[in-house]
Nanobody, 133 residues
Framework: VQLVESGGGSVQAGGSLRLSCKVSGLRFDNYAIGWFRQVPGKRREGLACIVPEDGRPYYIDSVKGRFTISSESAENTVYLQMNNLEPEDTADYYC???????????????????????????WGKGTRVTVPS
């Protein structure tokens, strides 16, 4: 199983980026796939989650209206469209996947829940987003 993030970079405040998470080695449609971010020295934060076969997106409150998660089954890819970026969005962004679909609600958008690593089994290596102040 492999998850590969791309699309990070440096963008001015108010700008947009679209992150991609290319997934291989698992049945893409049946997995919970989430986006997370981490500032060095701080806890990893769940941002958004989707189960592609269902298509319903889940978000934490602080990114609702600015971030959009979507999936493209033909490409085995999950996207995170980020608009109106702020310096506080500067972080390393990761995607992760797990076959327990309930994790979208139980952990990703619920501050991690009781499970290590949000309960997610498979993780990418991350892509860095920088929004200078």
């Amino acid at each position: 199983v492999q998850l590969v993030e791309s699309g990070g970079g440096s963008v001015q405040a108010g700008g947009s980026l679209r992150l991609s998470c290319k997934v291989s080695g698992l049945r893409f449609d049946n997995y919970a796939i989430g986006w997370f971010r981490q500032v060095p020295g701080k806890r990893r934060e769940g941002l958004a989650c989707i189960v592609p076969e269902d298509g319903r997106p889940y978000y934490i409150d602080s990114v609702k209206g600015r971030f959009t998660i979507s999936s493209e089954s033909a490409e085995n890819t999950v996207y995170l469209q980020m608009n109106n970026l702020e310096p506080e969005d500067t972080a390393d962004y990761y995607c992760a996947a797990d076959s327990w679909k309930d994790l979208c609600v139980r952990t990703v958008v619920a501050r991690g829940g009781p499970y290590p690593h949000f309960g997610m089994k498979y993780w990418g290596k991350g892509t860095r987003v920088t929004v200078p102040s």
